[in-house]
Structure formats: C-alpha cells, structure tokens
C-alpha cells in the first residue's frame, strides 16, 4: 500500500495542496531566517539571496521525497529545479553564500518535517527515520547540483576573461597565436590559402593627448567594433597590442586580402570623420600569407610586422613584396586630408 503524506488515504490532489503549503511555509521561515542571518553580518542593505527563485521548485521536488511508495528520488527534476533563475547567481557568485542559503534551507525543511511528523508518519517512527533520510538526500543532491553548475559557470567566465580583451571584449594576444596557430595547422592540412592582418592606428598616442585617455579608449572600442562589422564571422579580430589589432582571415588568399583592406581603408576613414580624431590620426597595416610567405606562425608573424613597420614610415604609395608579386600597401592619410 502506497504511504502518502497523511497517515491515511488521501486524493492527489490534497496531496499537492498539503506539498505546497509546506513548501511555502518553508520558504517563508527560509527567507527570514536568512535575512535576520544577513543583517546580523552586514552594515550595508542586505541582498536578496542567491536562490531566491530557485527555492520554491527545489523545494517542490525535494519534498515529493516524504512520499514512501519506493520510487527513486527524481535527481534529474531536483536538479533542473536548482538551475531555475541563475541570473544573479552569475553576477553576484559566492560560494560560502550559497553553501549558507542551503545550510539553512536544510535546517528548515528539517524542522518543519519534525514539527509536523504526525502528518507525515503518524506515530511510526522508523517510518519518520525513512522521511528524513530520503528528503536528506534530495537537498544534497539539489545543493551539489546547483555548487556544480555555478562553480562551471563561474570557472567558464574567467576562462573566457583569459582569453578575451576587458576593453574592448575581442580575443586577446595570447589567444590570437593559439587560433593563428589553429588555423595555419587546418590550412596546411588542407592545402588552403590563409591571410593575417596587423593593423595599427597610427599616432595614437596624439589621440590620447589631444583627447584624454577616456576618448582614446572609446576610439579603441569604436575600432573594434569596426572591424566586426565589416569582417566576416569566419575572420577571427584580436586586440594584438595597445594600439594594434589582428586579424586571422581563413580560406583567404594574397589577393584577396588586400582587397578585404582597402575596402576598409575607405570605411576606416569614415569612422574617423565621425568620431571626430584628430588630424594626425590614420591607419597602416601589414599582411602575410600562406604558402606564400613560407607558412609558419612566427615567420608569418615576422612578415606582417615588417611589411607593417614599412608601410608605416612610407607614403600611401608605398611599395613592398608579397611572395614574387610586387603589390601596393594602402595606409590610411590622415583624417583631415579625407575631404
């Protein structure tokens, strides 16, 4: 015979009305123990907790639990409850806060399971003990699940954090040499062309005297949004240094490339007029590309630098060599020669 909440026979239906009330009962009693917790430790406004959303549907399932008719405990619901309403969790991510609200969550459920032990057990006592053991192992699980999921979480942001630029949130120098080395190992297994760019906004440190630092770091965020406008998502952008940026251009030839760039040497151009730089300010880039320039991360590395550096000190007509093919290498002319 199934045992049910009541110590007698009971509808479906009074059995979730009996479940809710005690999981509101619980939550309520929850939620004032944590504050009274918080403001005890805390001169400043207390924050609402970490579970806050999630408490309800955890505690849900977890007292589905008190049913004694030898089902499992349902571990995947108890743990698609916990992940409910992570948003704040995200942003304001403690673990001891979080071990705490569960710590006393726990205690609570428990208190409430003794003071109304009748309802659930009756008289029968091993039956109580059952209850207890059963709801104990579902808030373990339910407070392992959700430590688990945010600790990932947390662990994921900080990964990409390594990796990424704060200012301007493209992938930074070290991640640029990892993915250049990516993609220079695919196109050589697959005998297809690839291209790097690196670009440099030249004197920019004018900007920053001229303008202050806070302008500068906009036109830094302003040219990187550029560039992921007009580049492909294929194309991987990187802040390569202060003021320099690279691009890594699969399947992408010689040619081609430096088509890619003089397109966005006109549409840089724009992007000074509106953002009102000063006169100095422009642009100058230097490409490389596989097989032609012997395709090897440093040596392409070398090449796009050297062809940058040149093409930096030379007029807008410059002349250097990709390969065996002389081509042109396009710096932007200062913004107020841009009429």
Request: net charge negative.
């Given at each position: 015979?199934?045992?049910?909440?009541?110590?007698?026979?009971?509808?479906?239906?009074?059995?979730?009305?009996?479940?809710?009330?005690a999981?509101?009962?619980?939550?309520?009693?929850?939620?004032?123990?944590?504050?009274?917790?918080?403001?005890?430790?805390?001169?400043?406004?207390?924050?609402?907790?970490?579970?806050m959303?999630?408490?309800?549907?955890?505690?849900?399932?977890?007292?589905r639990a008190?049913?004694?008719?030898?089902?499992?405990?349902?571990?995947?619901k108890?743990?698609?409850?916990?992940?409910?309403?992570?948003?704040r969790?995200?942003q304001?991510?403690d673990?001891?806060e979080?071990?705490?609200e569960?710590?006393?969550?726990?205690?609570?459920?428990?208190?409430?399971?003794h003071?109304?032990?009748?309802?659930?057990?009756?008289?029968d006592v091993?039956?109580?003990?059952?209850?207890?053991?059963?709801?104990?192992?579902?808030?373990?699980?339910?407070?392992r699940?959700t430590?688990?999921?945010?600790?990932?979480?947390?662990?994921?942001?900080?990964?990409?954090?390594?990796?990424?630029?704060?200012?301007?949130?493209?992938?930074?120098?070290?991640?640029f040499?990892?993915?250049?080395?990516?993609?220079?190992?695919?196109?050589?297994?697959?005998?297809?062309?690839?291209?790097?760019?690196?670009?440099?906004?030249?004197?920019?440190?004018?900007?920053?005297?001229?303008?202050?630092?806070?302008?500068?770091?906009?036109?830094?965020?302003?040219?990187?949004?550029?560039?992921?406008?007009?580049?492909?998502?294929?194309?991987?952008?990187?802040?390569?240094g202060?003021d320099?940026?690279?691009?890594?251009?699969?399947?992408?030839?010689?040619?081609?490339?430096?088509?890619?760039?003089?397109?966005?040497?006109?549409?840089?151009?724009?992007?000074?007029?509106q953002?009102?730089?000063?006169?100095?300010?422009?642009?100058?880039?230097?490409?490389?590309?596989?097989?032609?320039?012997?395709?090897t991360?440093?040596?392409l590395?070398?090449?796009?630098?050297?062809?940058?550096?040149?093409?930096?000190?030379?007029?807008?007509a410059?002349?250097?060599?990709?390969?065996?093919?002389?081509v042109?290498?396009?710096?932007t002319?200062?913004?107020?020669?841009?009429?």
């Amino acid at each position: 015979m199934r045992h049910t909440l009541t110590s007698f026979l009971v509808t479906d239906q009074e059995e979730q009305t009996a479940l809710m009330g005690a999981a509101d009962e619980i939550a309520r009693r929850w939620l004032e123990a944590l504050r009274a917790d918080r403001a005890v430790l805390s001169t400043v406004g207390v924050e609402e907790p970490l579970l806050m959303d999630a408490v309800p549907l955890v505690l849900d399932e977890i007292l589905r639990a008190t049913e004694l008719d030898d089902r499992k405990i349902e571990h995947e619901k108890i743990c698609s409850a916990a992940h409910y309403g992570r948003e704040r969790a995200r942003q304001h991510f403690d673990v001891r806060e979080l071990v705490r609200e569960y710590q006393l969550l726990r205690e609570h459920i428990f208190l409430y399971l003794h003071e109304h032990h009748q309802q659930f057990a009756g008289r029968d006592v091993n039956k109580m003990l059952t209850i207890y053991a059963r709801v104990g192992l579902a808030i373990d699980e339910a407070m392992r699940e959700t430590i688990n999921a945010y600790v990932e979480e947390q662990t994921g942001q900080l990964r990409h954090l390594s990796r990424t630029d704060s200012l301007t949130g493209l992938y930074n120098h070290r991640t640029f040499y990892e993915r250049l080395d990516e993609e220079l190992n695919r196109a050589t297994r697959y005998d297809s062309p690839l291209s790097i760019v690196l670009i440099d906004l030249d004197n920019f440190k004018s900007v920053n005297d001229t303008n202050g630092h806070q302008f500068g770091d906009h036109l830094l965020v302003k040219c990187a949004d550029w560039l992921r406008h007009e580049l492909r998502q294929t194309d991987v952008i990187c802040r390569y240094g202060g003021d320099e940026f690279g691009v890594i251009l699969p399947e992408t030839p010689s040619e081609d490339a430096h088509a890619m760039m003089r397109r966005l040497t006109v549409t840089f151009r724009k992007l000074g007029m509106q953002e009102g730089t000063p006169p100095s300010f422009g642009m100058s880039y230097g490409l490389s590309s596989h097989p032609e320039d012997n395709g090897t991360v440093m040596r392409l590395m070398q090449v796009a630098d050297e062809r940058l550096l040149l093409n930096k000190h030379q007029s807008s007509a410059a002349i250097t060599f990709s390969g065996k093919k002389a081509v042109r290498m396009v710096s932007t002319p200062p913004v107020h020669h841009l009429s």
